[in-house]
């Protein structure tokens, strides 16, 4: 999970160096600062209310750039990382 996190972070990054990606509207800090956010706090108590204005976020930035590789990525890493921590979750709830 960390990994996908990790790597969203990465392209955030990259999305920033660069002014080719449409950010209007898009607070790329706090999407950002969320994300290393979750991934410091990932063992704590999960804000679920977080997690989807996230990736509302994520879809929007996806969408204002034409679903680009970078932006996409970036959905696909969020989406894996949702995938491991309903997993996780649903792991904990049957123990």
């Not at 972070?9 to 898009?26: F, G």
């Amino acid at each position: 999970m960390l990994e996908h996190l990790e790597n969203i972070i990465n392209d955030i990054k990259l999305i920033k160096q660069t002014n080719e990606y449409i950010l209007e509207n898009i607070d790329i800090n706090y999407l950002e600062n969320s994300i290393i956010e979750l991934k410091t706090n990932i063992e704590d108590n999960i804000d679920l209310k977080k997690i989807k204005k996230i990736s509302e976020i994520i879809y929007k930035l996806n969408l204002n750039n034409n679903f680009s590789k970078i932006t996409d990525h970036i959905s696909n890493e969020f989406y894996a990382f949702e995938f491991m921590l309903e997993k996780k979750l649903k792991m904990e709830k049957y123990k």
